[in-house]
Each structure stands twice: as structure tokens, then as C-alpha cells.
């Protein structure tokens, strides 16, 4: 018996079917003696279709007015599934983020969660035994607006409610059974891990892994809230992610990662002098513009060249705040190649391991993939490559690390 928070992904309450197999999985667990937290997302494409419907009345829509709408997706799959196991017979409430007392600061379609009052859904689970279904993604800030927390705020929403429930374990329920060494919809033989770290899977969802936000596995971290990533389709067990995990025999990384967000610019002959690379990262900086992966040449001459890689959706907007200061910086042109792709190694085993980038490497040696950049950290080797070769690149480098 304890305090399960269970989180369910747009694809598993997709329809009536899928509401009603998400009612029994609930209904389930609280059979079973657990006091139950459900997150929803909203159903399927909702979102999506909810962002269209703005656009037809007004492309420049407000973020307020877009989080005041776009909130309204959880609220129905929400009440639906409350409804649902009303008619299962048992006990139960839904509540909105901000019933759910859930706090945020007031930026509208990005906000962050400063603090929950848990005492709405205390009072229902103690006094009333009820099965709390909370809406994921949304909040409400100090003037009492609501928000919404951006892409992956669903899973954020029910880490966050772990942890301020002390909860003694977070589910979350996704159209896969698991943390995969690879995309198992385009890699042949990706295997399920049992276990990984938080800070394994915190570098795979940065770098392009869609099971679980990278919000999400921070926030896990740092309050220790005990994770679990498993599949609302079948009763398989799932992936534990935690502090300390096993490594799977004769492997030294837990997964492969592609990113296609990514788009590479180079300041071709940019003045050779101190102080030129912390004024164009201080630019970009400015805008909230991220940089990933720098290579800086050893100049020639007077000149050198920055390459740097940021998000492909900045692209255009990097430039044109680079170009806006050519003379201050002084480089004779900007490169912007957009069609270009990270892929990433990431495991914990790689400190204890020499020779694992040479063996990623290998295997795109073998593959005749050309490298463009490279990245290393203490977990994970990135490299940039053409993206023509991204999948086939992948495919490489996992059988390099996993083929049996």
C-alpha cells in the first residue's frame, strides 16, 4: 500500500477505448490497497487541432489567450476518465491545474512550477478516498491566469506531484513498454533496459529521445522521486529510472539518440583577436538562443573560423542578429546548414571504459559516414553528420554496442 502518481500520454486516451483501459488501470492499482494520482494529457491530436483553430481566428494570437485555450485539451480527457471510472463503481474527482494547486510563474505557454499546495488533493485522497485525476501541463500564476508548462509539461506535471506528495512511485504510461537502447520504430534489434539513470536519461531526452522530457527527469533527480517508464497497452514491466542502475552486460553505453532539431552556422574568417567568440555567444545568449556543439579553427593568418550548432527553429533568427553586427565582429560571411542531424551515444559505463568514442567512430568508419562536429562529455560522445545519413548512422552504431 502507498501513494502511487500514475501519468497517461495523449495516445493513451485517445478514444473512448483507450479512456476506458486507462479507467481499469487505475482502478487497478487502487484495488490493490494504493491511494492513486492520475495526470492526463489531452487526448491524441487535440492539441494540435486546438492550435489550428487559433490560427483561423488569429495567427498572432496572444500566449495567454493560446495557454487559456490550449488548457481545455486536459480538462476533457480529464472528466472523461473520471467518468469512466464512475461507471467502474469507484470513487473519484478530477481537477484542473490550479484546483490541483499547482503554482507557476507567469510565462504563459513555457511556465515553470514554483510550488504545489497539496492540500486540495490531500483532502480528497484522506477524507474521501477518492481517486484524484489531475489535468497535466497547465497552472495557474500570480494572477491567477492560467499556463500552461510547453512540450512535455504533462510529465512534468506528475513528477512535480510525486514530489510534493512524496509520492512512493511515479508512473509513466506511454505508447512504448519502456526506455529502448534505440528507437525501436527504426532501429532493428533496440532492447528494452530495465533500469537507467537519471542522469543517462536525462542526456538521452536532451538529445533527441522522446520517451520522457528532459523537465520531467531533472526534476526526478532532484527530488529523488522513484520513476518508472512503461506502456498503458500492455502489462509488461517497464523501465526504472534511478540514481544508480545496472549496466547491461558487456555494454558500456545505454542508448543511441538522434536529434533532428539541429542546424549547424560557421563565421567564416572572423578576426582572430580575444573577445570575438564571447561577443557572438553573448548575442545569442541575449535572444535565449542555446548553442550546443563549438569547433573554433587555430587561426590563419589574421582570421579563423566559429562553428557552432543551435536548435534548427533559432537558425534564421541567429543569423540575423549575427549579421546585424558583421562589423563589430568582423567575419566576411555566415554559413547556415540546415540539413544536418546530432546523434548521440550516452552511458555512465563510458567513464569506466577507454575507447568507446573510437569505437562510435569505428562504426561510422565501417558505415562511410563522414563526421562534421564532435561533442564529448563524461556520459555521451555527439557528433554532427549530413542528414541523409542519420538512420543509417544509428543503425551502425548500435550494432556496434549491442549486436549479440
Known amino acids: 500500500m502507498g501513494l502511487i502518481v500514475q501519468k497517461f500520454g495523449g495516445t493513451s486516451v485517445a478514444n473512448a477505448e483507450r479512456i476506458q483501459n486507462v479507467a481499469r488501470i487505475i482502478t487497478d492499482t487502487y484495488r490493490q490497497g494504493n491511494s492513486v494520482v492520475a495526470v492526463l494529457s489531452a487526448q491524441g491530436d487535440t492539441t494540435d487541432d486546438l492550435i489550428e483553430k487559433a490560427q ?3 495567427p498572432r494570437a496572444s500566449r495567454r489567450e493560446m495557454d487559456m485555450l490550449l488548457s481545455t485539451g486536459e480538462q476533457i480527457s480529464c472528466s472523461l476518465c473520471a467518468m469512466a ?4 463503481g469507484y470513487p473519484v474527482v478530477s481537477l484542473t491545474g490550479w484546483q490541483a494547486g499547482v503554482q507557476t510563474n507567469s510565462s504563459y505557454s513555457s511556465a515553470k512550477i514554483k510550488k504545489i499546495r497539496t492540500e486540495r488533493i490531500q483532502s480528497e485522497l484522506d477524507r474521501n478516498h477518492s481517486i484524484v485525476i489531475v489535468t497535466g501541463f ?20 506528475a513528477v512535480a506531484l510525486a514530489a ?3 509520492a512512493d512511485l511515479c508512473q509513466i504510461y506511454t505508447d512504448v513498454d519502456g526506455i529502448y537502447t534505440a528507437d525501436p520504430r527504426y532501429v532493428k534489434g533496440a532492447k528494452k533496459l530495465d533500469e537507467i539513470t537519471f542522469d543517462e536519461m536525462l542526456e538521452l531526452a536532451s538529445l533527441g529521445a522522446q520517451v520522457l522530457h528532459n523537465r520531467s527527469v531533472e526534476m526526478a533527480k532532484k527530488y529523488q522521486v522513484n520513476l518508472e517508464v512503461l506502456s498503458s497497452f500492455t502489462k509488461k514491466p517497464g523501465t526504472k529510472v534511478k540514481e544508480v542502475a545496472k549496466q547491461m552486460e558487456k555494454t558500456q553505453i545505454s542508448g543511441v539518440a538522434k536529434d533532428k532539431n539541429v542546424a549547424r552556422l560557421a563565421l567564416v574568417n572572423v578576426e582572430d583577436k580575444p573577445g570575438i567568440a564571447y561577443k ?3 548575442l545569442l545568449g541575449q535572444k535565449d538562443i542555446n548553442v550546443d556543439i563549438i569547433l573554433q579553427s587555430i587561426g590563419r593568418g589574421e582570421t579563423q573560423d566559429i562553428s557552432f550548432t543551435v536548435k534548427r527553429s533559432d537558425a534564421d533568427l541567429a543569423k540575423e542578429l549575427l549579421e546585424e553586427h558583421k562589423a563589430s565582429l568582423g567575419f566576411d560571411r555566415i554559413d547556415v546548414n540546415k540539413e544536418v542531424v546530432k546523434v548521440s551515444i550516452v552511458g555512465a559505463g563510458m567513464l ?3 575507447g568507446v568514442a573510437a569505437k562510435m567512430f569505428g562504426a561510422l568508419y565501417d558505415a562511410d ?11 555521451k560522445v555527439s557528433v554532427l ?5 542519420a538512420n543509417a548512422a544509428v543503425q551502425a552504431i548500435h550494432d556496434k554496442f549491442f549486436a549479440e
Open 85 to 88: 471510472i464512475e461507471a467502474l
Open 385 to 389: 553528420l549530413d542528414e541523409s545519413d
Open 164 to 166: 510534493a506528495l512524496k
Open 369 to 379: 559516414i563522414n563526421i562534421n562536429m564532435i561533442s564529448t562529455s563524461e556520459i
Open 138 to 157: 497547465q497552472g495557474i500564476n500570480k494572477f491567477d491566469d492560467i499556463t500552461t508548462l510547453g512540450r512535455g509539461g504533462s510529465d512534468t506535471s
Open 280 to 282: 557572438v555567444f553573448s
Open 352 to 354: 569506466e571504459n577507454a
Open 56 to 58: 483561423e481566428i488569429n
